[in-house]
């Protein structure tokens, strides 16, 4: 009621001068106040009351009065209020100055200047809009209020400001445009970056017509750009004044920001549906910026120092220089894909963010058993890997990681990277190239949410850790690879190869060029992946890409990586031979044979070899290197032109070349060559089975070429058993599978000799000295100045004998004659292996025959070579191994022939009428006897056969050891031994074992006879006393004597060794086959 409410009142006004408290009037109230009072005056004196207050418009205080007085006194307040109506008119008629109200206390300090840390920003920003908040009439607008901020810079940010004033730039009139341009200059360069970086990439229309900004609805729409409501709604006409079709505008963007090349701001745009390009920029942005456009470049620019101090934070640390790589003027409107600056910022989040996916249950490294140790405690992120700097091509230095233990428990990524012989086949019919580098690499791809602390590492300045991702890895290589194969998958092998951050763009002609050129480049530039100029080359007719040199006809090796091979130091310990083995098995399709070639060198890479760096490991290196220096160079596989692979094999590997003829029918080039090392499995496998593996494995590696040929397929071996590859009948499961795979394949085999297959007999026994000629003239060894230099000088000279002396005119070494380079060696090598005297011994006996009497450098690799490359040795021979379990040897006997071994070598074919071999050994001496026999003889023929070979020549021995066959067993034999006062010793039942050494010489037997009887093994019989003096003269492994010199005391002379004879030495041949 109303007493009350004027009772209250009346308290609050009183308590409201009783508090000191400042009321602010205006001056009109001031005016009417005085006026009130002498009425109040006056009314008081003539009617006497003390209790009536006269209250001013803005003041509705009433006290207690009857009715009659309240209607006086809405008299005189409308008196009143005419009487200020009326003053007001005059003072407004003068021009009168106002009088300003009394200033009141401003509680806020004026804001601490701002020189341009970005981490005080928000505090001065803050501060300001507090301070001019408080202070509204020194503000009335916003040129006022962006003078204030200006007049707080200082430094930098002064000078950033400063050409605002002096070209009374438009954000001086816009409050709210002026702090979003310097929010975007001083707040949070990281988070400013990283939204950038996540935005959308398209074209702008530039266009002087529009007096505003516009954007398409679709695009709008399409990306999902945030929009509010227009209102009022904007009618917008055309340049013929009509509306437009879609009617007006009831939408616009809120404030984005635009990026145009280095140059940002915040802008507008209001929204419609009837546009062809993405945005349209107006007439009022051309105002604003100024900017400059080259039409000849089709390049804009913005020269005015507002635009260019704004960039100025991405600029600072940036070198002015020219890069030795400029775009070509057709691709001048790509020069933002190959932008440093945009590589610089934070990648968009991709479906391929890097992931690192932990095993289950698997620990972290090191945490638990330190941190029970108490030697770490928890920090921001249980990771910290150690970091490393690694030097890249151009002198600059990559931070890298050591996540070894990360990698360890990491989920793999089987995602396949491409191989790099199918990426160089893509290339065959291309004319011109263009290779793009990545900027980066890995940094254009974010890591994925959640998984940024697992990349953590620290280094003295702190701990941090990556939001994109960074290289070492496990699944880096496999994330970056499924990125770039979907997003050019349209264009992959059609005219664009990738491996990884190398782009190489190859086309047939120019024109079609630069059309595939800027496809990739626009691809490019809608993922937001950046090149570096630097590292680019722009329509080339060669290139280098992956280490290889290409061209329209050829690829080759790259010459630094050939010069780095030569200059390599011999290794001095296991890791040094992986890495060169690891360098330069990247070209070893370049290197014919590559895998023989290296075979001393990965043998020191096997588990329990000790290493051991020897001259047969320093002559395979220099080999290696200098195949290095003297490769093919390889040609593009036309598959409209037939092909042939030539293939061979060896002991220790399979070898194969590619080949095409040329186009005018010249000497075939070579596409590809292939080798492989053989493990101890296929080893052991026959001649046969190695050369149908090495065509097998030749047709797998090249099936690409070879499966659905246009021609047939020509196979080159010079092994004539595989020209009935296909009708052979008898054959086992595994070449059935073979052959299998065979029908896959057009081909046909042909039998090249091994003299005319040189491309690929490398391993061949035999070069162009396999066999002397027939006319082969006498030759010197030494000249007479050579004979002089050196003959035993006449004074005794101290010191060690010299291994060198000359006996009749002859040069030997160590009692040994030398044997000069030429073909001569070859005939010794002929005649130690080949000759029926010498029984195709291995390489150990074939050795010691030869250097019982001559000598020549490098001997036991030519002997080595010349034996493990020979045909009939490996048709006749089989793989041996160590026999299971230890032996026990029988009793030594005293002398020679005190105890002899005998056994038969049974059903051989029909020769002069014999088909069994008597085999007796001596225990001792290990001499053998080989006696020809009409059939199985009976005991006493067998009796007859022990008195003439074996009394005759060596009396009676002590002991007879023998198996239990017929001829040991019967009473005539034991009664006969007994007689003769010898001791028969018989093998037990299914244990041949006991008889060991006298098996044994029947097998080497049965492959002697297997390498020189004839086709119809009718003369075996003729060769049997050859085959007892080779076998007498060769070292036996056990005692490492022959068993001639063991029971004779000398070696026998079988080799002539004068010119004369040399001469006569093919009828000499003859005369003894």
């Known amino acids: 009621p109303q007493p009350l409410l004027e009772e209250k009142q009346e308290q609050q006004e009183s308590s409201q001068e009783s508090s000191g408290e400042e009321i602010w009037l205006d001056p009109r109230q001031q005016s009417r106040d005085k006026r009130l009072q002498r009425l109040k005056n006056s009314k008081k004196a003539r009617e006497g009351e003390q209790n009536i207050l006269f209250i001013t418009p803005t003041n509705h205080l009433l006290t207690k009065m009857d009715l009659q007085q309240q209607r006086q006194l809405q008299a005189d307040n409308q008196l009143l209020q005419q009487q200020v109506a009326q003053l007001t008119a005059q003072l407004a008629a003068l021009n009168a100055p106002a009088v300003p109200p009394p200033r009141r206390k401003c509680l806020v300090a004026v804001p601490d200047k701002f020189s341009g840390q970005p981490e005080m920003f928000q505090a001065f920003q803050g501060q300001c809009q507090l301070f001019m908040a408080m202070r509204p009439e020194d503000f009335p607008d916003d040129r006022a209020r962006v003078g204030f901020v200006i007049s707080l810079l200082s430094g930098s940010a002064a000078q950033w400001a400063m050409p605002l004033l002096t070209q009374d730039s438009p954000l001086l009139m816009d409050y709210g445009v002026f702090c979003q341009h310097m929010r975007l200059m001083y707040e949070d360069p990281i988070r400013t970056q990283t939204a950038a970086r996540q935005g959308i990439q398209a074209h702008a229309l530039v266009d002087s017509g529009p007096t505003t900004n516009f954007m398409d609805q679709a695009f709008a729409d399409h990306y999902g750009v945030p929009l509010e409501p227009v209102d009022p709604p904007l009618r917008v006409e055309t340049i013929d004044g009509r509306e437009l079709i879609s009617g007006p505008i009831m939408t616009a963007t809120q404030p984005l920001r635009l990026s145009i090349g280095v140059h940002e701001e915040v802008i507008r745009f209001y929204i419609t549906a009837d546009l062809h390009f993405p945005m349209v920029l107006g007439i009022a942005w051309l105002r604003t910026h100024d900017p400059r456009v080259t039409w000849s470049q089709n390049t804009i620019s913005f020269p005015s120092l507002q635009c260019a101090d704004h960039v100025r934070h991405t600029c600072a640390s940036q070198d002015v220089s020219t890069p030795a790589i400029s775009l070509p003027p057709d691709l001048k409107d790509f020069e933002d894909v190959f932008s440093e600056q945009e590589a610089d910022w934070l990648p968009p989040h991709r479906p391929y963010d890097g992931p690192v996916d932990l095993l289950p249950n698997a620990s972290l490294p090191f945490l638990d058993k330190n941190l029970a140790r108490g030697f770490i405690r928890p920090s921001s992120s249980p990771l910290s890997a150690p970091v490393l700097f690694v030097k890249k091509k151009t002198g600059d230095l990559r931070l890298c990681c050591d996540y070894r233990r990360l990698n360890m428990i990491t989920v793999q990524n089987c995602y396949p990277l491409p191989l790099i012989p199918e990426l160089m086949e893509r290339l065959r019919e291309a004319t011109i190239f263009t290779k793009l580098d990545l900027r980066g690499a890995y940094n254009l791809v974010q890591m994925r949410e959640g998984d940024e602390w697992k990349t953590a590492f620290g280094t003295r300045y702190g701990h941090f850790e990556y939001t994109v991702m960074p290289f070492g890895l496990t699944n880096a290589p496999a994330v970056f690879q499924h990125l770039m194969n979907d997003v050019f998958r349209d264009m992959l092998n059609q005219f664009v190869v990738i491996y990884m951050d190398d782009i190489l763009i190859y086309s047939r002609s120019r024109d079609s060029h ?202 080159r071996t010079d092994h004539r058993n595989l020209e009935h590859l296909t009708t052979a009948r008898k054959l086992n499961q595994w070449q059935i599978r073979w052959l299998l795979f065979f029908a896959r394949f057009n081909f046909r085999v042909n039998y090249i000799p091994s003299g005319l297959n040189q491309r690929v007999d490398a391993l061949s026994r035999k070069p162009e000295y396999l066999r002397a000629k027939d006319s082969l003239p006498p030759r010197t060894v030494l000249p007479a100045p050579s004979l002089a230099a050196v003959q035993v000088p006449r004074k005794p000279e101290v010191g060690p004998a010299s291994p060198w002396n000359i006996e009749e005119g002859l040069l030997k070494h160590r009692e040994r004659l030398y044997v000069p380079t030429g073909p001569l060696r070859a005939l010794i090598m002929s005649q130690c292996h080949d000759n029926p005297t010498a029984w195709h011994f291995g390489f150990y006996k074939t050795l010691h025959l030869v250097t019982r009497t001559f000598w020549w450098p490098r001997v036991r690799h030519d002997v080595h070579s010349y034996v493990t490359s020979c045909v009939p040795c490996r048709q006749a021979k089989t793989a041996s191994g160590a026999p299971p379990g230890l032996f026990q040897p029988l009793p030594t006997p005293e002398r020679p022939w005190g105890a002899i071994s005998m056994d038969f070598l049974t059903d051989l074919p029909l020769s002069s009428g014999f088909t069994t071999v008597l085999v007796m050994v001596d225990t001792l001496t290990k001499t053998a006897h080989f006696i020809p026999c009409r059939g199985l003889p009976t005991a006493r023929t067998t009796a007859h056969l022990f008195v003439q070979h074996i009394f005759q020549l060596h009396g009676l021995p002590d002991r007879v050891v023998s198996d239990r066959g017929v001829q040991f067993t019967a009473h005539f034999w034991k009664s006969l031994m007994a007689t003769l006062d010898i001791k028969v010793c018989l093998s037990s039942t299914h244990h041949p074992e006991t008889d060991r050494g006298t098996e044994k010489v029947i097998g080497v037997l049965e492959q002697y006879l297997r390498c020189f009887v004839n086709q119809q093994q009718s003369n075996w019989a003729d060769y049997l006393f050859l085959a007892e003096f080779a076998f007498n003269n060769s070292q036996h492994t056990s005692t490492h004597i022959t068993p001639f010199y063991t029971n004779l005391g000398y070696h026998p002379r079988f080799f002539p060794l004068t010119p004369s004879v040399l001469a006569e030495l093919k009828a000499v041949q003859q005369l003894v086959r």
Not at 525 to 539: I, M, P, T
Not at 541 to 551: A, D, P, R, V, Y
Not at 619 to 642: C, M, N, S, W, Y
Request: include cysteine; proline fraction near 6%; aromatic fraction near 12%.
């Open 514 to 715: 630069l059309q595939h050129v800027r496809h990739v480049l626009q691809r490019l530039r809608e993922h937001q992946l950046y090149a570096k100029l630097e590292k680019c080359l722009f329509f080339k007719t060669s290139i280098e890409f992956l280490g290889h040199f290409i061209s329209p006809d050829d690829i080759a090796m790259d010459p630094r990586k050939v010069e780095a091979i030569c200059n390599w130091e011999p290794p001095h310990w296991m890791k040094d031979v992986q890495r060169f083995m690891g360098f330069t098995n990247y070209y070893r399709s370049f290197i014919p044979d590559f895998a023989s070639l290296t075979v001393p060198l990965t043998s020191l890479l096997q588990k329990k070899v000790p290493f051991q760096w020897g001259p047969l490991q320093q002559q395979a290196f220099e080999r290696i290197k200098k195949a290095f220096v003297t490769e093919p160079v390889l040609r593009h596989a036309d598959p409209g032109r037939p092909f042939v692979v030539e293939t061979d094999t060896s002991d220790v590997a399979i070898r194969a070349v590619l080949l095409q003829a040329s186009v005018d029918g010249g000497t075939p080039f070579p596409c590809a060559y292939f080798s492989r090392k053989l493990n101890s499995a296929k080893r052991n496998y026959t001649i046969w089975e190695k050369e149908l593996l090495a065509m097998k494995v030749a047709f797998e590696a090249w099936r690409h070429h070879l499966e659905g040929a246009r021609h047939y397929v020509e196979v």
